[in-house]
């Protein structure tokens, strides 16, 4: 169970070699979490993430888990559960593509709606039934800024995200008054291996940063955080700029 200050003791990570998940896992370690579930394909990082979590404090255990294999989500995530309660779910796998080999490429294209859509869309439904038949817990799920207005830079990705958002927003309502928590995660640019070398973005943040997001939105149980929180009002001004000029912007 979590904490007076919403800590949970048990968390587990869809996407464990997440270093936006992984700075996450820390900062609540250093709290109180003491249980983590490393769930991703099998590889020297998932290995070097959970060493490192267990070097923290945390007994930590590495599960095969692929985002596109769907089929498989009910019985390897089920087996988790069975273990004990799970405080906390977060879904932060994820594929930003490259934007022009994807248009070019539909299968490629694809596969990265697959992964950040079709596969948390079925990760998460796994997660939220299991976390109501316990009768509490949090599903922390991490979308981005892209999901707000499809931008010519990113729109495969951001379609995606797009479809994502909307799934956890429909799934927290669904699951209000049930004692599950669902929270969804807006970050800007985040500073990560998987962005070095592309441009950034106004506003541009860290794992570190957003992992800290996280932690107070789960003490204040809110149910959208954005990173930075001035993305918030940016986002909301670009909303309703008009097509013709918006396709003008730098984005």
């Not at 709290?31 to 769930?39: C, G, I, N, Q, S």
């Not at 929270?183 to 640019?189: D, I, L, T, W």
């Not at 070398?197 to 541009?204: I, N």
């Not at 959208?224 to 001004?237: E, K, S």
Request: proline share 5%; glycine share 10%; net charge positive.
């Amino acid at each position: 169970m979590k904490d007076a200050f919403g800590t949970p003791q048990s968390l587990l990570i869809l996407g464990g070699t997440s270093e936006i998940a992984l700075a996450t896992a820390r900062r609540l370690i250093a709290r109180r979490t003491r249980t983590v579930w490393l769930a991703g394909r099998p590889s020297p990082d998932l290995e070097k993430a959970a060493a490192h979590l267990r070097g923290l404090g945390a007994e930590t255990h590495t599960v095969a888990f692929d985002a596109l294999a769907p089929d498989s989500h009910e019985t390897i995530l089920g087996k988790i559960f069975a273990e004990g309660d799970i405080d906390m779910v977060l879904l932060a796998f994820g594929l930003l593509g490259d934007q022009a080999h994807d248009e070019r490429d539909p299968v490629a294209a694809v596969r990265v709606a697959q992964t950040n859509y079709t596969g948390a869309v079925s990760a998460g439904l796994v997660c939220a039934r299991a976390l109501q038949s316990q009768g509490h817990g949090s599903l922390v799920v991490l979308s981005s800024v892209a999901a707000e207005r499809a931008r010519r830079s990113n729109f495969i990705y951001g379609s995606a995200k797009a479809g994502l958002d909307a799934f956890t927003q429909g799934l927290g309502d669904a699951l209000h008054g049930t004692g599950v928590h669902v929270m969804v995660v807006r970050p800007g640019f985040v500073r990560t291996s998987m962005t070095a070398g592309r441009a950034e973005t106004p506003l541009a943040t860290t794992p570190e940063a957003v992992a800290t997001a996280i932690e107070l939105g789960l003490r204040r149980r809110s149910e959208t955080v954005w990173v930075p929180g001035a993305l918030r009002l940016v986002m909301a001004a670009l909303r309703h700029v008009p097509r013709p000029l918006f396709r003008r912007l730098p984005l």
